[in-house]
């Protein structure tokens, strides 16, 4: 045998030759193995079952009867109920008159006994028909005749998937595949397609109906080349026309760039067409068509009593061009309102110093540089500043107020933010003619907006511009509620964005008052009043005769007015000044340039303004003046300038044992409130307690 070749011979080595063997094939079932068998199966069973029920018209069939079935119900029971019903209710509206209760009992007694007579016929026709059906079927079973039966099973199915069927006509978008329009049509809508053929557009006086007054704006529309496509729920008003129409492309904004044209179309006074964009549908706009006075029957201002209500509950200054009725509550509002000369400022301001006068818990400042403020309501309000001294007097002061609040709000367990009550009272300012104002009086009121409303003192400033120009800086857009009556289209972009008059913000359009015509004044669009959308529509604010509102304020004052508590007045002495109120010095420590403005007390702050101190009581002779003169010796020998409740009942106790002995703690302060110095107030840190309560040695002596 030849020996082999090098290239035959096998290699000397003690490792295999790993020899790799073929892919297995891969089957389809073999990605489910993991999966028992007899699931596949069930799943293959449940699909087959699926097609063959649809195939056959099971759902259509299941879907008839349940049809059929309501249809039976509603037939069975005839409206009877209902009728029943009503004459049950006929009777209780009889309100004691005999005659027309018993007609009514007798018609009752009728009905139901119509009512069993018609349940009685209609279940024995049923049955004689079922009895027909199921007697076949039965002598088909017991015949054992299976056509019989299969015919009879065929058109049972065929009743139920006849009165199954879909019934719905297919559309255009189905045909061709499009996604289904969700949208559903308004009531009494009108679309182009429904639009007369050749039809022209005519003025709306010509409308007779609110489906003639429909097809009139689709028609001015089309017109002027607006894309409105639908007109639905148009209501005839006192004033005019009411619709909501909706457009196919861009938004309602076409409506207003072509509000003069439609003006015309309509044959209607300049600014009669006023759309209010829809903030929910942005493709909608509420349509108002106003040939009249829309705040005609607007209703008046509602009598408030002294002390009635709260400044954190909701109170009516106005009403919106479609009868809602504006209610705000204006806790915590910081507000700005923006209207040229004779556009009904000092309305609103009023407005708004009507409610807040009338609170038990809210104190009202009027500071004006130039005009006369709040002029009828001056009686109601606490702090009047006309100065420019008194006007930065009040200002620092209230800007203080705040500060020592943010510090006391934690000492009083309040949280994040002030809690209104009549023992911590709100301070709404109001600040008439800002730009007449001082430099350091604006500094002032601007800091003031940035950190008064958390500590319950607010700030509405009133100008008749919006702009830079006016107010000095950029501030128009930071505050909350910017109300905006007659003005020019620069204050309106000022105060509620660039963009505000193609959506639909037209105070610019308002005319102010003249000396015979008030034509626009007190009307105005409202942006951040707590509780509603901030809409483009407009209102009127209730306007009140001076006489009413003089004897308004005349009740209030009668009745008391609202008084800063003392924890916020102890508690404004221990913050800093702003850094621009503080004197100068030199290097020597000498006084280089005074203070601009000091900071008052609130009785040097009141005798400034011309204003009545606090009501102070001449305790008479007896225990209640006994206990407070007792306090104030005992305070005065030991040398403090307050004492805690327990501790000064102590003292006294060992002054005059006979005297507080029986009475206790309780009784002493009791006596203490009976005298007029009230419940133990917060003293802050007394040696190891941290913030005890008790009473003040100048708290006290002014009792006295």
Known sequence: MATPLRDERPPLTLVKEIVEAPPAPVFKDTAQAGRPTWIESARTAAARTNRIAHAVRLPHTVRGYRALARRWMDRYHDDYPQMIASAGRAVRDAAGDVGVEGRMKERRAELRAEYRRHRLMHTGKTAAAAGAVGGGAAFGLATGSLLLDLAVGIGAMGLGAWHGRDRTE?????????PADDAVRGHNSVTLEDLPAGAAAFPIRRAENPQQAAVCVLLAMVAENVPVVEVWDMQRQPWGWQCIVRVDQGTPEAIIAKAGGLETRFDLPTNGVRPQPMVERRACAILRLVDGDPFATAPGLPYRAPQSISITDKARIGTSVGGESLDAALAGVMGLVVAA??????GLLQAIGEVTTACYDNVTVDVDPHGDGLEDLHDAVRVTGRSHEQIEAVLLFFLMLSKGRARLRAKLGMGKKWKVSREHPHFTIIFDEFPKGSDLAKRLAFDLLLVGRKEAVTLFIASQGGTKLYLG??????????????CKVGDTRAVFGDGAVSEGWMPHKLSPATDTDPKDAGHVYLQGVPG?????IEYAVHETPSETLRKLAKERLEAGLVEPDQPSLDAMR??????YVEPEYDNDGIVKKPAPVELLTWERLLRLCDAEPPAVRDLADGPARTAVEDAVA???????????TETLFAAVLEFAPEVYGPM???GFKALMSGAGCGMPVQLGAVGDKKNPRGYKLDRLRSIL
């Open 341 to 346: 000369s004779g556009g009904g400022k000092t």
């Open 634 to 644: 005992v305070m005065e020998k030991v040398g403090v300038d307050r004492m805690v």
């Open 473 to 486: 800086e950029n501030i128009a857009q930071m505050i909350a509620l910017k109300a905006v009556g007659p």
């Open 574 to 579: 221990t913050v800093d000044l702003p850094e």
């Open 170 to 178: 297919p559309t255009t978008d189905t045909i061709l595949g499009l």
């Open 664 to 666: 206790g703690i309780d």
């Open 532 to 536: 509603r959308p901030d809409e483009p």
